[in-house]
């Protein structure tokens, strides 16, 4: 009977409970069904903020890419010396605005300027491509960083480099001198979000620096290492600029001293007392899903190209800047000795032997008169019309080649060819 | 058949292990190509999961998607291609299984709640019937509360719950009250050895339904519902719906297939005897018996209260009047001097005696001289007392003494031999003799005679004795001189009883047909029609064959009346009918019509009759005091006094 009893309290006691909890549970699940709902509006939003932030990044640079066709330019335009300022004993950058005092077009990180200088004591202007060392983010100005080319070593009885000499010996501020609009292909994808090393040899940092101030001015996330290899402090640039770079959280930078002086504090001064090889971007980097973009003398970037195929990445992934001549020579390419060169304007003809690595040096040893700019490939100075035959390109070139025109500064014959000069 | 159309990502199918769609669905009009996972996040946040291989993240994107993407992996193994996570939504299936358990859970926590609270119960503890009320109950079952036939059910929300797990049936509760003989379960209560498949799990409520209102007759069963197993047991090729049109012919001889156990020839007694003209076709019939005989079936028969059977009045009432004399007239003679009896020979062989017919006479009633009864009783054991009752000693010595010396028995009063009783001395044959007169109809000592021989014939197992003992009882029965005329009505009754398969056959009274359990047939509403109009006589039947000739098979035994048909059956028995919804049951209901002047032949009664199967048939035919049952009060949850009550 006290079972029974209890049974008959308890039994509708629990069912009642069940019965609120059930309630309950019921209300949490259309509570949940509406919340998601509201949650789908807000996913919904999500998307649209990612696609608006899409759009946003893209914007600029449909506003950089239409200021860049709106302001471009064609031939040479005049710019004015601004200003100028040492870098390092050798190493001077020079700012320059446009002497028409119009908007200046924003240009891609890692492109290069063509002078064409005035030189007293040279026969024809010389021609010749500096990188814009600043980021596209300051319209009043361009800036390019130019290193002093000395004699070679080898040969100190060689006159040194006609164009850095000419800047920075003769031209002053307030100077005027003729400029082609920024080029090279040479330049960051601005559009990925892609990780990036940046490596600089020498004064190879311009581009590269470019780079790299373009992504800290406009706060990118991409993870950004910066490689900079110089002999030591005497030819250390932009150190406290660096410095500040390295305070970004997603910047690191590693100056490498090859040489040190006594004076060159590790830590201090630089990080790296050694080349910038591939040890030390495996060492570095653990990893090697990185963009590669690489400016810097011959030997550095020959030797970083071939070790970054080795160690598996890719040939897209690796960017480099060819300037001077023979900067990268990614494969040998062996001519047919003793194919006749015909020169039709000057009516020469000579027998190729081999023994030059393009035509334009090939035509300036055997005294034809044969244009030239950058010699490698960028300015597109040395393009002369081709009349019959092929050539085969040796090197990188980025200059716009017209149909029918090669450039000599990069360029061998593959048998047989007639050319207008 | 492109089997791909089936494959796990081409199917609408909802698998059980996909609990979740894509959030994205809606959106892309597809889904990623990862989905979610397990736990109803999202699987797609980027493009593929970037794998390690040396120092290097590959792309793992597969090619249905792309392939391997231009940009690869950032260098922290995060894939380039990054979205935001979409918020994967419950499959159909999923959704389903939980309203359904939330459902399943809400009546269990409503039953719970509310059915075992005791203010939604009434006064004696029963439970209101609003949530769970399945209709107004027959008037037999108006006072019965829920809890009487699902006593699994009870009213408390426990048993509710614990009932669904148990073996139970409202038969049960049925079974409480209402008793039959044999199993309940089975058909009729009743086994069918040779029936396939064996019915013995039968359910009440297979036929009977309730919750149909106070105006059902929860007895009533439509025909369809005994065509569920009758219309494959009798070969049926369609459901049973009527009389005319589906039930089967009767059988060859109904209701008279078994021979009667007293020979009366109704032709015979009515064709020469009875008063009336109409009765028989013999003009000079005799007038002394004609001022005796009967004007009507209804003088012999006694149809008050008749059921399947109008049995017979008494011999007293119907049959004295001719037949008492003959009964009287007729001794029973246990021995003769002139010539031995069968009766004296069959007794000597069952004491081992091997006397020719003189001398077993003769050494009898030495012996009778000398010890009186005792060499009589000798002979007929256990029995002599039934057998010799009434039979004066003294009487039997001196007729004994007077035999022994080859002298007749002086006969003190010769009319009193005249008298019922033993008598010895010169009979009706003038032979000197002992025998016995009968008094009346069902004399005991006679009937103890013949019963004695009965058992003597069924029990011996000697054939020689076997063949004295029936030609005895083959005396005792000749319908002409057998003792009290006994065999001129009864002997076929009594020989009857003698067949190996006679158990339970009466050898004395009237037996009436055999009894169908299960098609109780009633003369009571049929009494308004004249005998005749079923009873005809059957012409040209030698109904007396089987009587007279003691080899004559009863399986070849003839009535004297014509068997009744169908058709007979029909003329009254027929109806249009009509389909009924009773509760959640439709059932076939006869409408009662008016008979068209044209076709009456019903006599009295105008209307057409209802055939429905229950209308003859019977399904309970071994239902234990079907005037009453048992009546239980139980309230739910609380026991009461349990009373019998037994209906009047």
């Known amino acids: ?421 | 058949m492109d089997f791909n159309n089936y494959g796990f990502d081409q199917s609408s199918y909802e698998r059980p292990n996909c609990k979740y769609h894509c959030g994205r669905s809606r959106l892309w009009q597809h889904s990623c190509w990862q989905g979610p996972n397990a736990s109803g996040e999202c699987g797609g946040t980027s493009e593929c999961k970037p794998t390690k291989v040396g120092d290097r993240y590959q792309c793992t994107r597969p090619s249905h998607s792309g392939g391997p993407c231009g940009q690869g992996p950032h260098q922290d193994g995060r894939c380039c291609q990054q979205r935001s996570p979409c918020i994967p939504k419950r499959s159909l299936r999923t959704w389903r299984g939980h309203i359904s358990l939330l459902v399943l859970l809400f009546i269990i926590a409503l039953i719970e709640a509310f059915s075992g609270f005791s203010g939604f119960s009434d006064s004696e503890g029963r439970p209101y019937a609003a949530m769970s009320d399945a209709g107004p109950l027959s008037a037999a079952h108006a006072n019965e509360h829920c809890g009487s036939c699902h006593q699994a059910h009870k009213n408390t929300g426990l048993a509710w719950l614990t009932s669904a797990f148990s073996d139970h049936d409202l038969t049960d509760g049925c079974l409480s009250c209402h008793r039959f003989e044999g199993n309940a379960r089975s058909a009729h209560q009743s086994e069918y050895p040779d029936h396939e498949p064996k019915v013995t799990e039968l359910q009440c409520i297979s036929c009977h339904s309730e919750h149909a209102g106070q105006n059902t007759d929860i007895k009533q069963a439509a025909a369809a519902t005994c065509s569920n197993c009758h219309e494959a047991a009798l070969h049926l090729t369609r459901e049973i719906t009527d009389f005319v049109g589906s039930h089967p012919d009767f059988s060859g001889n109904y209701p008279y297939e078994i021979p009667q156990s007293i020979y009366f020839d109704h032709k015979r007694h009515v064709g020469e005897y009875f008063v009336e003209d109409k009765w028989t076709s013999k003009p000079n019939r005799d007038a002394e018996f004609a001022a005796l005989a009967a004007e009507a079936c209804t003088t012999c028969h006694e149809s008050a209260g008749a059921t399947r059977a109008v049995t017979p009045k008494t011999f007293e009432a119907m049959c004295s009047s001719c037949h008492q004399q003959q009964i009287h007239d007729r001794p029973l003679i246990v021995m003769t001097l002139e010539e031995p009896m069968p009766i004296l020979i069959a007794l000597a062989a069952a004491t081992g005696n091997e006397l020719d017919d003189e001398e077993l006479a003769l050494g009898t009633i030495k012996q009778m001289k000398d010890y009186s009864l005792e060499p009589l009783m000798n002979m007929t054991g256990d029995a002599s007392a039934d057998l010799w009752a009434g039979l004066s000693p003294v009487e039997v010595k001196v007729a004994a003494e007077a035999w022994a010396q080859e002298e007749d028995v002086e006969l003190p009063m010769p009319e009193m031999q005249q008298e019922a009783g033993w008598h010895t001395g010169e009979n009706d044959d003038g032979d000197q003799s002992l025998f016995y007169r009968a008094s009346t109809h069902t004399d005991p000592l006679i009937r103890a005679w013949i019963e004695h021989f009965v058992s003597r014939v069924k029990s011996s197992s000697d054939e020689e004795l076997r063949g004295s003992m029936a030609e005895a009882l083959d005396s005792l029965l000749d319908a002409k001189e057998g003792a009290g005329a006994c065999g001129k009505c009864h002997a076929s009754g009594i020989r009857n009883a003698l067949l190996e398969d006679s158990k339970g056959k009466t050898l004395w009274g009237y037996q009436t047909q055999e009894t169908k359990i299960h098609t109780p047939f009633a003369h009571g509403p049929h009494i308004n029609l004249s005998c005749d109009s079923c009873h005809q006589f059957a012409k040209d039947v030698d109904f007396a064959r089987y009587f007279k000739n003691q080899d004559t098979k009863p399986s070849e035994f003839k009535s004297a009346f014509m068997p009744i048909e169908k058709q007979m059956c029909s003329e009254c028995h027929r109806s249009t009918r009509k389909t009924v919804q009773l509760g959640d049951q439709s059932r076939d209901l006869p409408i009662q019509q008016r008979w068209k002047a044209s076709d009456s032949k019903a006599g009295p009664n105008p209307k057409l009759i209802s055939d429905n199967c229950l209308t003859c048939h019977v399904y309970h035919g071994k239902m234990q005091d079907p005037s009453g049952f048992m009546q239980k009060h139980v309230i739910l949850g609380r026991a009461k006094p349990t009373t019998e009550v037994t209906a009047p």
Not at chain 1, 14 to 24: E, F, H, Q, R
Not at chain 1, 300 to 317: F, K, Q, R, Y
Not at chain 1, 387 to 411: D, M, N, Q, W
């Open chain 1, 1 to 421: 009977m006290t079972t029974e009893l209890l049974l008959s309290i308890v039994i509708p006691v629990l069912g009642g409970l069940l019965l609120i909890i059930l309630l309950v549970y019921g209300l949490s699940m259309l509570l949940q069904h509406l919340r998601q709902s509201y949650q789908l509006t807000g996913f919904q939003k999500q998307e649209l903020s990612y696609l608006k932030k899409r759009f946003d990044r893209l914007s600029p640079e449909q506003t950089e890419k239409a200021n860049r066709m709106k302001w471009a330019w064609q031939g040479h335009r005049k710019f004015k010396i601004c200003n100028k300022v040492l870098e390092a004993e050798t190493i001077c950058s020079f700012y320059l605005a446009p002497h028409d005092e119009r908007p200046l077009p924003p240009f891609q990180p890692g492109q290069f300027l063509t002078f064409e200088l005035q030189v007293s004591g040279q026969s024809k202007p010389v021609i010749r491509c500096y990188s814009l060392s600043d980021a596209p983010t300051h319209p009043e100005y361009y800036r390019v960083t130019i290193k002093r080319i000395p004699p070679p070593p080898k040969d100190p009885d060689k006159p040194p480099g006609v164009g850095s000499g000419y800047f920075h010996n003769q031209l002053r501020i307030d100077d005027i001198i003729d400029v082609k609009a920024p080029s090279g292909n040479f330049y960051l994808d601005t559009q990925s979000d892609a990780p990036v090393v940046l490596i600089g040899g020498g004064i190879g940092i311009t581009p590269v620096l470019s780079m790299a101030n373009y992504l800290a001015d406009n706060g990118s996330r991409r993870e950004v290492w910066f490689f900079y290899g110089v002999s030591n402090g005497l030819e250390h640039i932009q150190k406290e600029h660096l410095n500040t770079l390295e305070e970004i959280p997603n910047f690191h930078v590693r100056v490498c001293y090859s040489d040190p002086l006594d004076t060159d504090i590790k830590g201090e001064d630089f990080q790296v007392s050694a080349r910038v090889s591939i040890e030390l971007l495996k060492q570095e980097l653990g990893v090697n899903n990185y963009q590669f973009y690489i400016c810097g003398p011959p030997p550095m970037m020959n030797a970083l190209t071939s070790d970054l195929a080795a160690w598996g990445v890719p040939e897209s992934d690796v960017h480099s800047e060819a300037f001077g001549p023979a900067s990268v020579k990614k494969e040998a390419v062996a001519a047919v000795e003793g194919v006749q060169i015909q020169f039709s304007k000057c009516g020469r003809s000579l027998s190729w032997d081999g023994s030059h690595p393009n035509l334009l040096t090939f035509g300036e040893d055997n005294g034809i008169g044969l244009p030239s700019g950058c010699r490698a490939g960028n300015c597109g100075e040395c393009m002369v019309a081709l009349r019959s035959g092929k050539v085969t390109y040796v090197g990188p070139h980025s200059a716009t080649i017209e149909s029918g025109s090669f450039l000599t500064c990069c360029s061998i014959p593959d048998g047989a060819i007639t050319i207008d000069a």
